[in-house]
């Protein structure tokens, strides 16, 4: 992560939610004050980013690639 956070023992578990346009939630949840681990990062098989919930869940959304 961007702070320098590693994974413990049992590493990063995370609920994953794929989305159709990832920058339009990413703003849409930022208006709405949801607070990003990271910013968007993308890669061959698609674009991510992590958040983290009220309950302390990472959450991941997930846009894939398009073929």
Same mark, same amino acid.
């Given at each position: 992560?961007?702070? @320098?956070?590693?994974? +413990?023992?049992? #590493?990063?578990? +995370? ?6 346009? !990832?920058?339009?939630? *990413?703003?849409? !949840? ?5 607070? /990003?681990?990271?910013?968007? *990062?993308? #890669?061959? @098989?698609?674009?991510?980013? !992590? !958040?983290?919930?009220?309950? #302390?869940? /990472? *959450? ?6 398009? +073929?």
């Amino acid at each position: 992560m961007p702070d @320098g956070e590693q994974p +413990r023992s049992r #590493g990063w578990n +995370r609920i994953h939610l794929i989305v159709d346009d !990832l920058p339009a939630e *990413v703003a849409r !949840l930022q208006a709405a004050g949801v607070q /990003f681990r990271n910013e968007i *990062v993308t #890669g061959p @098989g698609g674009s991510q980013i !992590l !958040l983290i919930d009220s309950s #302390g869940n /990472f *959450v991941e959304l997930f846009q894939p690639a398009r +073929r």
